[in-house]
């Protein structure tokens, strides 16, 4: 979909280091969210934001932090990355009609290994 | 927050068999409920949806089925396909969290 932009798509860094993971979207979408997906488990969701002042946290917010730069920009950061927050990072987006839900857009993910 | 529990974890059928996955929420006030197919490697695509004021939904061989009041829905799979298998994942609004998923195999 690319509609939602991951970057980057792959990163190798090392324990301790800052990471930000970026994501940006194009269809005008009020709700933004990132997930990690770990080797052959499910999606859990890390942080997710309504609109640019709302930010909530997620399942597994401990480690991360978010920050939504506009309606379009919603980027994750790792403030200082440990080796257990390898995973596959997924942005996604959707809207609102009705008061109900939408379907997400997702991204093509960031794949982070951490060393 | 709303928590998704999504059942079986891995589901095994012979090629032309029905497959059921179900999931169960916790969050009353959820109102929407779509499920995901991702395959190896890439990112989930929306396969169907239901809202909340709807029981059921068909979409050629894939249907959904709501049960508010027992606060479950099932994916419903007819006459699968070596295609079909892939992991699928159940997700509840409003905060779009998922089960945990569901790794469906269809032997030919």
């Known amino acids: 979909d690319a509609d939602v932009t991951q970057t980057p798509r792959n990163r190798i860094t090392k324990t301790g280091k800052r990471i930000m993971l970026e994501c940006s979207q194009t269809k005008g979408h009020d709700r933004m969210y990132w997930y990690r997906q770990d080797p052959g488990l499910g999606l859990r969701l890390i942080y997710y934001s309504f609109d640019v002042k709302d930010i909530n946290k997620g399942e597994i917010s401990d480690g991360y932090s978010v920050s939504r730069q506009a309606q379009a920009k919603f980027s994750l950061s790792l403030e200082s990355a440990i080796p257990n927050q390898t995973a596959l990072y997924f942005c996604?987006?959707?809207?609102?009609?009705?008061?109900?839900?939408?379907?997400?857009?997702f991204g093509d993910g960031t794949r982070l290994s951490i060393l | 927050g709303e928590n998704v529990e999504q059942h079986p974890s891995t589901l095994s059928v012979q090629e032309g068999d029905s497959a059921v996955i179900k999931c169960t929420y916790s969050?009353?006030?959820?109102?929407?409920f779509p499920w995901y197919k991702q395959e190896l490697g890439k990112r989930p695509q929306l396969i169907i949806d239901?809202?909340?004021?709807?029981g059921e939904k068909k979409d050629q061989r894939i249907a959904v089925t709501l049960n508010k009041t027992a606060k479950h829905f099932s994916l419903h799979i007819t006459e699968t396909q070596p295609e079909d298998s892939a992991v699928y994942f159940c997700a509840a609004s409003p905060d779009m969290r998922f089960g945990a998923g569901t790794r469906l195999t269809v032997k030919p």
């Open positions: 996604a987006t959707n809207g609102v009609r009705g008061g109900r839900g939408q379907p997400q857009h």
């Open positions: 969050d009353s006030a959820s109102n929407y």
């Open positions: 239901i809202r909340s004021n709807v």
